[in-house]
Every structure is written in C-alpha cells, then in structure tokens.
C-alpha cells in the first residue's frame, strides 16, 4: 500500500483530564500516514489525483487548536476521522504525542490505525 506521510505536526491543544493540564495549551505531535493509491498521481503529475496533504494538515490544525480534550485518544481517534473523511484516503495510521507530560520520559503517546 502506497502512503502519504505527515511527520511531526506540532499543534497547541487543551488536553489532559488533571487540573493543571486544563490551564493553558499543550503541545502535541502528530504523525500521520494516509494509505492511498499514488499511481494515477505520479502518473500525470496533477495535485488533484492526489491527497492534498496541505489541505489535510490545516483540516487538522483548525479542528485540534479550536477544541479541547481529556484523552489523547480521543484526539487521535477524531484525527483519523477527518483523515478518512478525505477523498481517496483508505486508511490513516496516526501516532500521537504528548511531549513532557510523564517526568523522566519523552512523551506519552498513542498510536491508532484505522481501515
């Protein structure tokens, strides 16, 4: 299966279920992976026989920014449904990051795949 891959999309969201969590934004990494097949787009060379990840990346941006959420699930699993919502996109593979909300760790992250 062919991918389009959007990698490290840093949005600014409130998310967490912990009072201090919900005073101010997070920031949030996305990475994305929408299965689809690029054939007809290589093919001819034409940004509208393809995913216009550009269009998908700000979908993502407006919808994330503009809400809040308690889980990053949830955040995920709405990701993915905009992702799906998009012509031509068959499957989306999403793993989400929450930078420094564990001590002694990285991030937190959960990772969906969707059909």
Known sequence: MDKIIIRDLRLKTMVGTFPDEKKSPQEIILNIELGYDIRKAARTDDLS??????????KLIEFV???SFNLIE???????SICLSTNGVISVKITLDKP?????????????TRP
């Open 74 to 80: 949830t955040v995920a699993e709405k990701c993915a």
């Open 65 to 67: 920014e503009a809400n």
């Open 100 to 112: 420094g909300c564990l001590t002694r760790a990285r991030s937190a992250a959960v990772e969906i």
């Open 49 to 58: 026989d393809t995913v216009d990840y550009k269009a998908v990346k700000r």
